[in-house]
């Protein structure tokens, strides 16, 4: 950009013709003037502004909010565990269906009273529509096990296992943290989740084995989560401890299955909980963001005197 040099008065005309002889530029287009399309005058940068809506964080304040990262990480290691446990014949289907099931009611009752009915009355539904719901994804879980067990035997071992994996990581990376961003899509996270534990439950001995991991892919991938954002929405505190207890009881789980494992589990939850909070606010110094008249036009309408 061309910056404006003042004109000088010619010889023998006053100030005033001098100026209506040279106007000024002014920040208009529906004006023509005597100016190239990309010419601005010195008074164009005396609107910049820099890094006017960068965020100050408390790093406390970002480790907490963290345990949401390190919550959905410890669902996906619980799942993966709890498979392991009935692929080894550790853990019987029957025992994992029923503590699963005794799990998901005390949940429910739980939500219930967090709650205290302001869902339920603003949705709706009744605790006899969510009994046919339950009896009826059961039942139809239950029929389809055979179906699903058999969905994929003519696929090889190694290539569900890496399209297990790669369905987890994408559940992880779509998963719906609390961030308004383009990338996060609940369904698409639950779906992969789903898909996973379908491609998992495929290689375990029976269809039985297949229902309960499928059940255990509802609990832990979708009512999980929404147990935790009430509980998060409510009490806090609350929210933050049960995440504590959740992640380390997790830990252990991984304990059982390998060592290193655990503690590369342990070392990935730390830097999730304390490194990357601490480089995020570090970082924040080194943002330089400019803002000015060449920024994108807001139409900011009051529309409560047209609704009114």
């Known amino acids: 950009m061309r910056a404006a040099v003042e004109p000088q008065a ?25 100016f190239p399309d990309n010419f601005v005058d010195g008074s164009f940068l005396e609107e910049l502004r820099k890094n006017i809506y960068v965020r100050q964080y408390q790093f406390w304040t970002v480790v907490r909010e963290s345990t949401v990262v390190a919550q959905q990480l410890s669902s996906v290691c619980v799942f993966v565990v ?13 025992l994992l269906f029923t503590y699963g099931l005794i799990t998901s009611l005390f949940g429910y009752l739980m ?8 869902g339920r009355n603003h949705s709706g539904r009744t605790r006899w529509a969510d009994l046919k719901s339950t009896v009826v994804f059961v039942a139809f879980t239950y029929g389809f096990s ?11 071992t190694d290539t569900i296992y890496a399209m297990s994996v790669f369905m987890l990581l994408g559940h992880l990376i779509f998963f719906d943290y609390g961030a308004t961003a383009a990338i996060v899509s609940s369904t698409l996270s639950l779906n992969m989740a789903i898909f996973a534990s379908v491609c998992l439950a495929s290689r375990l001995p029976s269809s ?25 929405a409510i009490t806090p505190r609350c929210y933050f ?11 252990l789980g ?45 139409i900011k309408e009051d529309l409560s005197r047209f609704l009114g």
């Not at 055979?146 to 090889?156: A, D, G, M, Y």
């Not at 059982?256 to 830097?271: N, Q, W």
Request: include cysteine; charged fraction near 20%.
């Open 82 to 94: 709890l498979w392991w446990y009935m692929d080894q014949d550790r853990l019987s289907p029957h």
């Open 254 to 298: 991984v304990l059982t299955v390998s060592v290193t494992g655990a503690v590369l589990f342990a070392l990935l939850l730390l830097a999730v909980a304390f490194l990357c909070p601490h480089y995020l606010i570090k970082l924040q110094s080194s943002k330089d963001n400019i803002h000015g008249p060449w920024d994108e036009a807001e």
């Open 146 to 156: 055979p179906v699903l067990k058999t969905l994929t035997e003519s696929i090889s």
């Open 111 to 118: 939500f219930d009273a967090i709650d205290s009915g302001e």
């Open 10 to 34: 010619a010889p023998g005309l006053g100030a005033s013709e001098s100026r209506y002889r040279h106007p000024r530029w002014k920040k208009v287009l529906y004006e023509r003037q005597p």
């Open 241 to 251: 401890a049960v995440s504590v207890v959740f992640t380390l009881a997790t830990v």
């Open 208 to 232: 039985l084995h297949a229902f309960a991991t499928l059940s255990l892919a509802i609990e832990v991938f979708a009512l999980w989560p929404m147990f935790q954002k009430k509980l998060k």
